[in-house]
């Protein structure tokens, strides 16, 4: 759905992208991450048609958007980090705003009112868009993205300054909003790309470092494969069973939690996930496992060590 090829964007003697290639597939949720000035806005903005690279390829549903800019920009739905809103407008007189700005066709007042519905706004539907909350204005925001239903959603930081209940909101309409249009979602809140996207991308100081889904990342990167388990049942007789799985590294014996419940440290092979085993290996002897605790890095560890190695000379 999308594909960036090669992309390089130069200020004078600044190079803001130095050959940016990712792809998203149709029905993606991706998340793009990057610190400060490492050419994340600077990617949007070319994808959206607000800048023009130095070089290289970008395509939306097969369309180059530096060719053909205008039909590019109808395959997409933009909410940038502010939501470009009119305070002195009500939500209905804005949304027809935007209707007849895309110049969209059919009925009106049914594609507005299945929007609102769609974002949840039809509470708010006449009221002017500066009294509404923080939470409102957001969702107004995604509602002018989606008119005109395009095929292709991209969300800067989408849940910036919410409280946590609307950023629940926010996240769980994005989710929804995955199963028919294709998302690209940047955000500074690494556990909402974990619990949203089905993919990261991550760029640092203009090239791509990472390009994965969040829990493969995790994996790849951590240096050693550890769990926590905790464990009911004779602790002796538990230990040689979780000792003897294929390609167990080390299993050792911490400590009793409570009463006749045991917490073991394990490492595997790197690579392997016992995890089904382990499960298997305890049910058909009925002992419960009470829990189980992965040592593996974050994507927030993940993102720190992307993004602090490259400037120390690393990858």
Known sequence: ?????????????????????????????????????????????????????????????????????????????????????????????????????????????????????????????????KNLSKGYKQRVGLAQALLGSPPVLILDEPTVGLDPKQIIEIRNLIRSLGERHTVILSSHILSEVQAVCDRVVVINEGRIVADDTPDRLSHTMSTDHRYLAKIEGPSDEVYKVIA??????????????????????LETEPGEDIRRELFRRLALRNWPLLGLKSSEMTLEDVFLRLTTDQRKGGR
Do not use: H, W
């Open 1 to 129: 759905m999308i594909e960036v090829k090669d992309l390089v964007k130069q200020y004078g003697e600044k190079k803001a992208l130095g050959g940016v290639t990712f792809s998203v597939n149709r029905g993606e949720i991706l998340g793009f991450l990057g610190p400060n000035g490492a050419g994340k806005t600077t990617t949007m903005n070319i994808l959206t048609g607000y800048l023009s690279s130095t070089s290289g390829t970008a395509t939306v549903d097969g369309i180059d958007v530096l060719e053909d800019p205008i039909a590019a920009k109808k395959k997409i739905g933009y909410l940038p980090e502010q939501p470009p809103l009119y305070q002195d407008m009500t939500v209905k007189e804005y949304l027809r705003f935007i209707y007849d700005l895309k110049k969209l066709s059919g009925n009106r007042e049914e594609q507005l009112e299945k929007v609102a519905r769609q974002v949840k706004i039809t509470e708010v539907y006449d009221r002017l868009i």
């Open 244 to 265: 003897s799985i294929p390609r167990m590294k080390e299993a050792q014996l911490l400590a009793e939690r409570e009463p006749g419940v045991y917490e073991y440290a």
